[in-house]
Nanobody, 124 residues
Framework: VQLQASGGGLVQAGGSLRLSCTSSGRTFSDFGMGWFRQAQGKEREFVAGLTWSGEKTDYSDSVRGRFTISRYNRASTVWLQMNNLKPEDTAVYYC??????????????????WGQGTLVTVSS
């Protein structure tokens, strides 16, 4: 499975970005998906995740209410819509796939496949 993340960039605080992650190599609906991020000097942290159908979602407390994760299996794509961005959202964002597709996990160790990351920078 290859995951390709895109959509990062520089945005002012209060602005919005939408990240995309496209998958190839296997049937996309075989996987639950997640977004993680890693700020400079910090550990990677969970941002959002959803099951293979998109029916179940979960978010970290720091982004709940501002970010929305969604997917469209026919296009093998998962998105992360980020609104009301804050400087503390600055990080490299990674999409990830897990074979245990019926549940959502915030544990990075449960994801088998990872994309290359896309940088989001929020200026104050």
């Amino acid at each position: 499975v290859q995951l390709q993340a895109s959509g990062g960039g520089l945005v002012q605080a209060g602005g919005s970005l939408r990240l995309s992650c496209t998958s190839s190599g296997r049937t996309f609906s075989d996987f639950g998906m997640g977004w993680f991020r890693q700020a400079q000097g910090k550990e990677r942290e969970f941002v959002a995740g959803l099951t293979w159908s998109g029916e179940k979602t979960d978010y970290s407390d720091s982004v709940r209410g501002r970010f929305t994760i969604s997917r469209y299996n026919r296009a093998s794509t998962v998105w992360l819509q980020m609104n009301n961005l804050k400087p503390e959202d600055t990080a490299v964002y990674y999409c990830a796939a897990r074979m245990r597709r019926h549940s959502v996990s915030s544990n990075a160790d449960t994801y088998e496949y990872w994309g290359q990351g896309t940088l989001v920078t929020v200026s104050s």
